[in-house]
């Protein structure tokens, strides 16, 4: 079981290892929801992100004979540079096993912290593969797995967080938001918050396409999700860990499910208005905000900002996504009307003043006034979208929206 005591002797273990992290009131979220706002920033943590505390309290409590037979670990990243800085911390040899869609920052990441202790190994598309591949390894190699959240003494170190939080408080909590992947953040702050301000309302946040908790839960068993989006990647698994289960069903109220394009939307928030990088899953809590905006009117909130391992070359494909959520970017179809000045046409009373074409794709590039192209527009407003459509339909363009059919969609654009 993991208990109340476990995590206290997990805080002295880690009182000289983990940097305590800040518990800031932010004045914009603050603003926007008329309420208390604090973020408990694990993004400014050693590793960037509070996965070190399970790792290193993991590792440290494992006999010294395991020790020198090196340990084996899967991540998506970040539990993996925990695992890292701990293999350098305690001269301890690791193989991390990590997806082959990692991000390449992630990657730079773990063998910077693990310098010469740690190889990487590039394994399958998702967490799920990386891990079945790992435990194999570990299996073969009898070497200790440091599970990145299924184990009573990670969890126990990322229970420390909650210490934390309600160590820095200075008044009673009415919601706390905690992010969720495998569960094993979740798992030690319910135990804490339980026992020691049991008054508040735990919100667990998983991204909307990889919901294995919140399914979980409702299923009343463990339940492995056929397939995931893999975008939020530090937090997106099939199944959650079944001693976490175990734990969240009983003690979150809530599991509440955030729309990866407005995890989007957040991120670019966060950068543009407030300095703050994070990761998409650093980013499900406050996401989360604004889903729950009624209910936390007036009341003391905490959302735990989980990590800001973010790779720089997906900023495109986050700014996409957030521009889709929004109802500002629009891909169309289009066949062009076969005679002059179709496309001229399209531009001078199609468009609006603020629209600008952000993709444009002939198929036939022999004549580009005739036959289909593919068009992606970006709008200031998201009511002109039906402005467009009304205008396409009384010009008599033949189109067909992309964005509502992801097969054509796939294929035309990638």
Known sequence: MVTLKKIE????????????????????????????????????????????????NKMFHLTTFLQSKGVVCASA???????????????????????????????????????????VVLKGDTFDDAYLEAVEFATQTKQAFIHPFDDEMVIAGQGTVALEILEDS???IDYLFVPIGGGGLAAGMCTVFKA????????????????????????????TLEKIDKFVDGAAVKRVGELTFEICKDK?????????????????SLYNEEAIVVEPAGALTISALN?????????????????SNNDIMRTEEIKERSLFYEGLKHYFLIQFPQRPGALRLFVTEVLGENDDITYFQFSKKN????????????????????????????????FQYLNENQALFSQLIG
């Open 367 to 398: 004549n580009r006034e005739s036959g289909p192209a593919v068009v992606g527009i970006e709008l200031k407003e998201k009511n002109d979208f039906e402005q467009i459509c009304k205008r396409l339909e009384n010009l008599n363009f033949n």
């Open 196 to 223: 020691l301000s049991p008054k508040t309302k735990i919100i667990g946040v998983e991204p909307f396409g990889a919901s294995s908790m919140k399914n979980s839960i409702y299923n009343g068993v463990n339940t």
């Open 291 to 307: 889903l729950c905006a009624p209910r936390i009117k007036g009341k003391v909130v905490v959302c735990v900002v989980s990590g």
């Open 9 to 56: 002797k997990a805080h002295k273990a880690l009182q000289k290892i983990v940097f305590h992290t800040p518990l800031m009131k932010n004045v914009n979220l603050s603003d926007r929801y008329a309420s208390e706002i604090f973020l408990k920033r694990e993004d400014l943590q050693l590793v960037r992100s509070y996965k070190l505390r399970g790792a290193y």
């Open 170 to 172: 200075v008044s009673p």
């Open 77 to 119: 990243g970040n539990h993996a540079q925990g695992v890292a800085y701990s293999c350098n911390l305690l001269n301890v040899k690791g193989t991390i096993f990590m997806p082959l869609t990692t991000p390449k920052q992630k990657i730079k990441q773990v063998e910077l912290f693990g310098k010469h202790w740690v190889d």
């Open 252 to 268: 979150l109220d809530e599991v509440i499910l955030v729309p990866e394009g407005l995890v989007c939307s957040t991120i670019l």
